[in-house]
Antibody
Framework: QVHLVQSGAEVKKPGASVMVSCKAS????????MHWVRQAPGQGLEWMGV????????LYAQKFQGRITLTRDMSTSTFYMELTSLRSDDTAVYYC???????????????WGQGTLVTVSS | SSELTQDPVVSVALGQTVRITCQGD??????ASWYQQKPGQAPVLVIF???NRPSGIPDRFSGSNSGNTASLTITGAQAEDEADYYC???????????FGGGTKLTVL
């Protein structure tokens, strides 16, 4: 059974950085890209970026370019999302979600990690 | 980037049928997927590649896509279907992904 287990909640001050981890198990680590999605309190889902664990190629939403870095550690089957220069509006639950694709026309996210609450407050 | 538009709130009587729609130019080219999210929980995939249902998802959930509109239909809505529903697809012109704004489904 596929599991994505994320690191625990974080509290950060404005201007700081945060790194959230996502440990994958139950499948071949290199067979699936990993997406990161966030959700601010009471708001909808927002796609942040994706990493290909084979060649560490990344794609980022323009909104986060320059502040986000996605990495992976193959030895521990763990993905990481680092977000820098944190602001109060970065307060959100951050999710990792495994990629599936079909015929270069369909992509979907399944399963999702349990989420990591990042609170940015002075 | 492309946008996906959903009605913010939809309601349905218990046992009746409800359709939740998602509009966007990217849906003319790329398949939609749908996610159910209950309060305090992570999203769960309910439909992928427009019409496919993952194992474990009740068959009262179905999906369709016509032109620029994808739809999620719940036939015989149950109380436990009350949740937020989000559509998603790849952006029409760039390698990024987008979500609709979400639809809050109330089962009356």
């Amino acid at each position: 059974q596929v599991h994505l287990v994320q690191s625990g909640a974080e509290v950060k001050k404005p201007g700081a950085s945060v790194m959230v981890s996502c440990k994958a198990s139950g499948y071949t680590f290199t067979n699936h890209w990993m997406h990161w999605v966030r959700q601010a309190p009471g708001q909808g889902l927002e796609w942040m970026g994706v990493i290909n664990p084979n060649d560490i190629r990344t794609l980022y939403a323009q909104k986060f370019q320059g502040r986000i870095t996605l990495t992976r550690d193959m030895s521990t089957s763990t993905f990481y999302m680092e977000l820098t220069s944190l602001r109060s509006d970065d307060t959100a639950v951050y999710y990792c979600a495994r990629d599936h694709s079909e015929n270069d026309r369909g992509w979907w996210f399944d399963p999702w990690g349990q989420g990591t609450l990042v609170t940015v407050s002075s | 980037s492309s946008e996906l538009t959903q009605d913010p709130v939809v309601s349905v009587a218990l046992g009746q049928t409800v359709r939740i729609t998602c509009q966007g130019d990217s849906l003319r080219t790329y398949y939609a997927s749908w996610y159910q999210q209950k309060p305090g929980q992570a999203p769960v995939l309910v439909i992928f590649a427009n019409t496919n249902r993952p194992s474990g998802i009740p068959d009262r959930f179905s999906g369709s896509n016509s032109g620029n509109t994808a739809s999620l239909t719940i036939t015989g809505a149950q109380a436990e279907d009350e949740a937020d529903y989000y559509c998603s697809s790849r952006d029409a012109s760039a390698w990024v992904w987008v979500f609709g704004g979400g639809t809050k489904l109330t089962v009356l």
